[in-house]
Structure formats: C-alpha cells, structure tokens
C-alpha cells in the first residue's frame, strides 16, 4: 500500500492531495475523502491509507488550497479542548469559501484526476466526508451524479440551514446511495436538523441509510482531537465499506 502528495490542477491553481493505493495492478474503484476542518495531517493519511487497503485508490485533495499548501494552520493546540477555537477561528473563512459552485468546480477536477491514475477502474467514483467535508461531499454528489456513485458524511454539520443554497434542498438531483452518520446531541445537526433532511430525501425518492451516533460528538472519527470516539469510530467503518463493498461489488 502506498501513499503519497500529489499536485491536482484545478481551474482555480493546484491542489495538494494525499493519495493512497493498494499494491498491484487493479482496477481499483476510486474514492474521493473530504477532509474535516482541520485539514490534511497524518490523521487523515491513516483514514486514506484504511480505505485503500481494502482496495481503492483513494484521494484526499487540500480542499482550501486556494489559501495555500498544507498545513495553512498551526495544529499544535489540536488535542486541547480549551485551545481548538483558536484553530477553528483561523479556519472559518476558509469553510466560508467553500461555495457551492466552488466545491462542483472542484470535485470534477479530482475526479479528472482520479481517473487518470494508472489502475482506477473505470466508471463513477465514491465520496466520504467528514465534518465539513461530509455537507461538502453531499454537494459533490448534488452536482456530480453521473460521476459519484455514492456519498458518506460522518458528523457532518450545517447540511440544513435556513439558506436557499442549503445542502438538503438539493437531494433531488443524486441518483446514488447516501449515507448519514450523525454525532449525537450535535449543535450544527440537531434532531430537528436531521428530521428536515430525512424528509427531504424521501420527497425526493433518494437511497439512503440516516444514523444517529448514540452519545458520539461531532468529530468522533478524529482521533488526534478530544472527540475521538473509538466505538463510533468502528461503526463509522463498517458503515462505509458496507456502503463502497454494496457501490462497488467485486
């Protein structure tokens, strides 16, 4: 299994990524891997190199690279509680950035780029996300889903708001599985929240599976932060490659 930074070009300049893969020469299926907030780091090279190992090829593209390469922000103070709003204050306008137009530009130049790498199989890829990165991967396969198959988002928050643009109110256009992991008790998707988004996705007819966490906050997959929650963590796990393993049959 191997892992390395690559440089993905964009429309809008380069993107660090890490991309793992397994050892041989495939066909893998490719999965796209949304970062959380707090931006590429060895945490999120192990979520990578856990995916490929079980036969992907895996990318995990710097979704704020227009600010720079990572890592754009000190993570020393990551694993105190008391010192992660200083972290997240730095990372907000960054999160604010993240347009929907921008992600939909974005998301087709990684799957550009997955495609070309030597042993993708071809045909749609799959999304994971988390926190951030999973209302993110839900965009990614709003406004791509011709091209991803499925979509995951763990802990993921603000995917019902009282915005126009809100991610919920665009499930009608995914033709794929989803998957929801919801944090319990979890201010930015709360069980008002997650009833709106149930609702919208049986309106609009989508295949999904929406889970509540039980006593896991938001963040439980991120085990350099004081959420880390290793029982969620494990659930979080079966849950995805029981969705990838029904996306991608071999």
Known sequence: MQTT????????????ALLARPDGDGPFPAVLVFMDAFGLRPRMAEM?????????VV??????H?????PLVDLSGLGDENRRGEVFAKVSPMIGSLTPDVIARDTAAYLDFLAAQPGTAPGPAAITGYCMGGTNALRAIEAHPDRLAAAAAFHAGRVVTDAPDSPHLGVGAVTGELYFGHADNDPSMTAEQIVTLEKALDAAGVTYRSEVYPG???GYTQADTPMYDEKATERHWAALFDLLDRTFPR
């Not at 990318?59 to 704020?64: D, G, I, K």
């Not at 227009?66 to 990572?70: E, L, P, Q, T, V």
Request: charged share 20%; net charge positive; hydrophobic share 50%.
């Open 216 to 218: 896991a906050r938001h």
């Open 48 to 56: 990578a190199a856990t995916i490929a190992a079980r036969g992907y």
């Open 5 to 16: 930074t690559v440089d993905v070009p964009t429309a809008d300049g380069v993107a660090d």
């Open 66 to 70: 227009r600010f720079g390469r990572a």
């Open 59 to 64: 990318l995990v593209p710097n979704l704020f």
